[in-house]
């Protein structure tokens, strides 16, 4: 899809129109910086059009003349099963960074996990409003500073930690290389960065990724991170039944099937294709979340049939925030939440629980 500016409707209709206003608001560098995936970016399409490949089998003649989505995550109520997904450095969207994304998650009573590489610091995000917050973890080479981070988001009430475990070094983004993208100064790691990070001739992301994540943690990492903080800890990036394992024996409070939006493994699979997996392999113990692809509230029904318990997401909702900051986030997130109550409707769904794996037929169904 492109458009001239002039054709774009003032106010979009849905996620993708969001998209396409981003990209003409955006300086190219920031809009390659949040819209690109690794290497030849087939997981990046993969993860979107995989959705289109599951289809629906709804039932008719089912009272749907209402229809709640609200549903309780680690046993906080929010509207709908959509969340915001961590993403880095807001204020390169909108100068109100992820203060406005927070009030926006405020406004439509869902979550936020704030990202480690957030451009406004951990306070300023929790003064701004009364969302409920998550922080988001990259295990920094120095365990004082990543104690220190830990501690922070515990004092200024955030709920829960969400472990990054897909980036021990940094996915090769060949857009960010060729356009010699800079992280600018991050508050929140104020005085911690190196001078190479802080002044690169290229590109700086990868040695900020370097310096910044430990590439040798491992599972057994866990127990000390449970050790410093009595916050629930969601590991973040499984794609497999192997380690969906490892985190319930790890002590994890929940997983988030994700691959980091196909920023790092090229050719990993789809997320919703990855899911169903994860899900059987977890047994019930813990929630399982996923991310990855969601730009339509079908989409959402789609992950929770294969048995998600929500779902994140992250480009829109930077779309919504560079288009039209915080109510574009406001409007992306209602959106996404409009068209799945739609969904939930369409199919015979008057709630979450009514939502099963019946509703939906996937490749492997058809085999
Ligand atoms: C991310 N993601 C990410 N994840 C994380 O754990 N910490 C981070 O700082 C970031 N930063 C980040 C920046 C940008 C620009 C993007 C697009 C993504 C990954 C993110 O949390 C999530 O997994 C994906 O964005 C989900 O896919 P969609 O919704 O973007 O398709």
Redo the contacts with the bound molecule.
């Keep these: 899809m492109s458009m001239f500016p002039g054709e774009m409707a003032a106010e979009p209709v849905n996620v993708n129109e969001f998209q396409e206003l981003a990209r003409l608001t955006l300086p190219k560098m920031y809009y390659d910086?949040?819209?690109?995936g690794a290497e030849d970016q087939q997981t990046?399409k993969e993860?979107?059009e995989a959705f289109s490949r599951i289809t629906f089998r709804p039932r008719v003649l089912v009272d749907v003349s209402r229809i709640d989505t609200s549903t309780s995550i680690l046993s906080y109520n929010i509207s709908a099963p959509i969340i915001i997904?961590?993403?880095?450095?807001h204020q390169m969207a909108h100068p109100e960074g992820e203060v406005a994304t927070a009030r926006a998650a405020a406004a439509c009573n869902t979550i936020m996990?704030l990202?480690?590489?957030?451009s406004c610091t951990i306070e300023e995000v929790a003064a701004s409003c009364n969302a409920v917050r998550f922080y988001?973890l990259?295990v920094y080479k120095r365990r004082d500073i990543t104690r220190t981070l830990v501690n922070r988001a515990e004092r200024n009430g955030f709920k829960a930690i969400?472990l990054?475990a897909?980036?021990p070094r940094l996915g090769r983004r060949e857009k960010d290389i060729k356009n010699k993208m800079i992280v600018p100064p991050l508050k929140n790691l104020e005085g911690l960065l190196t001078a190479k990070v802080v002044s690169d001739a290229g590109s700086n992301l990868e040695a900020f990724a370097n310096e910044t994540m430990d590439a040798s943690l491992c599972w057994e990492d866990i127990g000390w991170l449970r050790f410093i903080t009595n916050l629930p800890i969601l590991i973040?990036?499984i794609l497999t039944r192997e380690d969906a394992k490892k985190a319930v024996q790890a002590g994890a409070a929940g997983i988030?099937v994700?691959?980091?939006?196909?920023?790092q493994l090229d050719y990993s699979p789809a997320?919703i294709s990855a899911l169903e997996e994860v899900v059987n392999a977890v047994e019930g113990k813990i929630p399982v979340f996923m991310?990855?692809?969601?730009?339509r509230g079908t989409d959402v029904f789609k992950a929770l049939a294969l048995g998600a318990k929500a779902v994140?997401?992250?480009?829109?909702?930077?779309y919504g925030l560079a288009a039209k900051g915080e109510h574009g986030v406001r409007r992306v997130i209602e959106m996404l939440k409009d068209e799945f109550e739609l969904a939930m409707a369409l199919s015979g769904c008057p709630s979450l629980k009514h939502i099963t794996r019946n509703h939906v037929r996937t490749e492997r169904d058809r085999l």
């Excluded at 994140?312 to 930077?318: A, E």
Aim: net charge positive; charged share 15%.
């Design positions: 910086f949040y819209s690109g990046l993860n979107v997904a961590p993403t880095a450095i996990v990202s480690y590489s957030s988001q990259y969400v990054t897909d980036t973040k990036g988030i994700s691959n980091h939006g196909a920023r997320t991310d990855g692809g969601v730009r994140l997401v992250g480009r829109p909702v930077i």
